[in-house]
């Protein structure tokens, strides 16, 4: 498997760099536990935080399966598939938390980079997957795409939470206005 072994770089530096943040992603979170809370929701970590945790879970189990010394690409094209069309629907479950949740009201951003773009980016992941056994090689250019997009969602919207505590829900807590 060629053409899957020339991948072996990409998956280690974005699997590597998928496992440090979901690591320091606990740490944040830990830290911002222990500070009071003056509402709390968990609806809105449903729709908000979970998700950042689930896309960089995915690009760490999908780089490890992509670096796994594979016979062929039908079996791993079909760990594709079902990650994809798992992801599909873990987004559209996203969508209906962030609807439904009542803390925070989704702007623009939220939209984009917790609902439009994990979704095309499992859609990629199962394009990919069907597009294996003709397409080899573009297959694998979605497949690191999709990836490497998920991880980009993924520090993007860690970013976005940690700055939102800190200058939203901390200045509402200690009584200065916004």
Do not use: C
Not at 55 to 72: C, K, Q
């Amino acid at each position: 498997m060629t053409a899957l072994a020339a991948w072996q770089n990409f998956y280690v530096i974005v699997g590597s760099s998928a496992g440090a943040l979901i690591g320091l992603q606990f740490v944040v979170m830990s830290l911002i536990a222990d500070r009071p809370a003056i509402r709390t929701n968990p609806q809105a970590g449903q729709a908000f935080a979970t998700p950042t945790i689930v896309h960089f879970t995915v690009v760490l189990v999908l780089a490890a399966l992509m670096s796994a010394p594979w016979d062929g690409i039908d079996a791993i094209s079909m760990v594709w598939g079902v990650g994809g069309a798992g992801g599909i629907g873990y987004t559209i479950l996203v969508i209906r938390r962030m609807r439904g949740q009542t803390l925070y009201k989704p702007e623009f951003e939220d939209w984009l980079f917790h609902a439009v773009l994990p979704l095309a980016a499992y859609l990629m992941v199962a394009a990919s997957a069907y597009a294996a056994r003709i397409y080899l090689r573009e297959a694998l250019f979605g497949v690191g795409a999709a990836v490497l997009l998920l991880l980009l969602i993924g520090i993007h919207n860690a970013w976005d939470a940690v700055t939102y505590h800190m200058f939203v829900v901390r200045t509402r807590d200690s009584g200065r206005p916004q």
